[in-house]
């Protein structure tokens, strides 16, 4: 038998390099400016790791082909292991491992740590159980005050939006998030309940989304398209529920779509989410 759990052993590994080199199911494609940098780190990462996999499987397969059916009653033979190969194994593995995280440290710090340019698109998220709310500062460019306590999801203030406030009242707050292609997009998220997660895989971001923060991240989505928008952190019971849609537009489009009164601006939106999903052209 251990001639066959060997053999079995080596198939799977062939198989599994297999569908990653084939890429038979791979990432969708990039749609934002650091896309190409995240797949490349992520290329990387998965070359370095497939070796090291596919190595320690061929060697344990060698192992249950070569010493697996053995009859003889010889003595087994025990080691008590080498400190100085074990040394060398950990910091081997521990350069590895750092080196990849500097570099992806480095892309991963573009969004997070650096201001956004001047002229930004500027969108506030709100994630609560079990529903996405998109802010957008309407016409004049300029957010109206929210306050906690104005917070009343039967009249459909999801955010608490003060209507006392004259820049309120241009503000749309809808469950669909919209970007134009070619600017800068900076998105300022926040909970009401618990810790949710922002991800759509064609962005190549995903970010949590905690209570009592306001984490700040910016991008350029380079490609016009509409994409599913998933939260990816179980939320509560109805987590199967929380989704919704990413929009690019052209940046001219995108412009448009701020200055409408709010019920048109509703009505677009509704006929925006009635586009194909994916790229124009190359619909999934």
Request: aromatic share 12%; charged share 20%; net charge neutral.
């Amino acid at each position: 038998m251990g001639r066959v759990f060997g053999a079995l052993l080596w198939l799977i590994t062939i198989l599994t390099v297999w569908m990653f080199v084939s890429k038979k199911w791979w990432l969708p494609p990039a749609i934002t400016e650091h896309g190409p940098a995240y797949d490349r780190q992520f290329l990387v990462t998965i070359i370095i790791v497939g070796i090291a996999f596919a190595g320690a499987q061929i060697a344990l397969g060698y192992m249950l082909w070569r010493y697996g059916a053995r009859r003889d009653s010889s003595r087994g033979i025990y080691s008590h292991g080498n400190n100085r190969v074990e040394m060398l194994c950990t910091a081997v593995t521990a350069v590895v491992f750092i080196t990849m995280a500097l570099f992806g440290q480095r892309v991963w710090a573009q969004l997070h740590f650096h201001e956004a340019p001047p002229g930004s698109a500027q969108v506030h998220v709100v994630a609560q159980q079990f529903q996405w709310n998109f802010q957008y500062p309407g016409a004049d460019n300029i957010f109206g005050r929210t306050d906690p306590a104005k917070i009343k999801d039967a009249e459909l203030n999801f955010v608490g939006l003060d209507d006392a406030d004259p820049a309120a009242k241009d503000d749309q707050v809808v469950t669909t998030l919209v970007m134009p292609a070619g600017r800068d997009v900076e998105l300022t998220m926040t909970s009401k309940d618990v810790t949710h997660d922002i991800w759509v895989p064609e962005l190549r971001f995903k970010q949590d989304v905690v209570p009592g923060m306001n984490i700040k991240v910016h991008f350029k989505p380079v490609k016009t398209g509409r994409f599913e928008l998933a939260c990816a952190e179980l939320c509560g019971q109805l987590h199967y529920k929380m989704k919704s849609y990413l929009i690019v537009l052209p940046e001219a489009d995108y412009d448009a779509l701020l200055r409408l009164p709010q019920a048109q601006f509703q009505a677009r939106i509704t006929e925006l989410n009635k586009q194909p999903l994916g790229l124009p052209g190359e619909q999934y």
